[in-house]
């Protein structure tokens, strides 16, 4: 169903109960929220007040509607800095600004999707079996998604590529988004519920994990959807290798290691009552967290727009941030 956010009240709403969820996608919109909230006001009013005030007081409220993710920081950071810069302007040109910076994050992020897609499609060869968990697709990002890019590009070229979808527990987003976007396309999908993985690994394992992230440590530590952390072990333990896809914009050198990455709490009814119907008792005590936390000594590589990362990941991940300044 299409929804107009008008309202810096209906971006913030649209972005914490996940109607807009993907850590690339939530940028997109924060960034072009405020840009739409800038030239509403200027529609409004030749000289409006204060607008560069206006846009960080928007950019303060949305940045911490999702405090795990942090390409909306960055985003959003992009758009703080444009507004910065537009003080003496005339407000309309600002907005104009805002615009053309929210416009290229998007841009930037469709032709990062494929980047990341051209890398990691020599990980795919004919009749390769995937295994991913919750949405890193289309619908989570400006293009064709970050761990299924390179199934959409495979699939592109006439290869075969079947791929087994986790639920993605408690609000599956593998069973209602990458099962449809990819079926839709195409492609051979299989949905499994979450705790079905380990059979999957000791009866028929598949040939390669992709999943995505929202925030990635300076050492190779990964924030991605909670239940990431398990299939890494699973992964390990079977001998299968498993690569985070993500832009570098999802990289934080700010954050040491995956310990001091925060970690998004959800409304326990989220579980006691899945999509309405109640399925525990009402008064349990829930804990459910959003994301968890992946070492990255698990992970055979992480790609982004500028390649395959590799351990030791301290380095590799500042020579793709390296890489990416001359684009930003």
């Known amino acids: 169903m299409d929804r107009e956010l008008r309202t810096v009240e209906e971006i913030d709403e649209a972005i914490r109960s996940l109607r807009v969820r993907g850590a690339p996608l939530i940028g997109i919109t924060a960034a072009t929220g405020v840009a739409a ?9 030749d000289s409006p007040p204060d607008l560069t005030t206006r846009v960080t007081g928007w950019c303060d409220r949305l940045e911490v509607t999702r405090p795990t993710a942090v390409n909306l920081r960055w985003a959003l950071g992009r758009m703080r800095a444009v507004a910065a810069g ?4 005339p407000a309309s040109e600002l907005a104009d600004a805002l615009r053309a910076e929210a416009q290229a994050i998007w841009d930037e992020d469709r032709e990062m999707c494929r980047r990341i897609g051209e890398h990691g499609l020599e990980l795919l ?12 697709g289309a619908l989570a990002t400006g293009g064709i998604g970050t761990a299924l890019a390179p199934i959409y590009l495979a699939h592109e070229e006439g290869r075969r590529v079947r791929v087994f979808a986790d639920e993605t527990r408690p609000l599956l987003q593998g069973s209602r988004l990458t099962a449809w976007e990819l079926g839709a ?5 299989t949905v ?8 999957l690994f000791a009866h028929d394992p598949p040939d390669v994990v992709l999943v995505g992230a929202d925030r990635i440590a300076a050492n190779g530590d990964v924030a991605n959807k909670v239940g ?6 699973l992964a390990k333990h079977h001998g299968v290798p498993i690569y985070v896809l993500a832009p570098t914009s999802t990289i934080d050198p700010s954050t040491p290691t995956g310990a001091d990455i925060p970690i998004e709490e959800r409304d326990p ?9 109640l399925t525990a008792p009402a008064d349990a005590s829930v804990w459910s967290p959003a994301f968890d936390v992946t070492p990255g000594e698990l ?9 395959v990362a590799r351990a030791p990941f301290e380095g590799s991940l500042a020579a793709a941030l390296a890489a990416a300044v001359p684009e930003q």
Do not use: K
């Not at 909230?37 to 009013?45: E, P």
């Not at 537009?86 to 302007?89: A, K, L, P, V």
């Not at 499994?192 to 059979?199: C, G, L, P, Q, V």
């Open 37 to 45: 909230l800038a030239r509403g006001v200027t529609d409004h009013s």
């Open 86 to 89: 537009g003080t003496h302007r």
């Open 125 to 136: 060869p004919n009749g390769a079996t995937v295994l991913t968990h919750c949405n890193a």
């Open 185 to 189: 396309a195409g492609i051979d999908v």
């Open 192 to 199: 499994i519920s979450d705790n079905t993985a380990a059979a």
């Open 228 to 233: 990431t952390y398990g299939l890494a072990v």
């Open 269 to 277: 009814d989220e579980v006691r009552r899945g999509f309405g119907r």
């Open 299 to 307: 992970l055979a590589g992480i790609i982004t727009e500028h390649g």
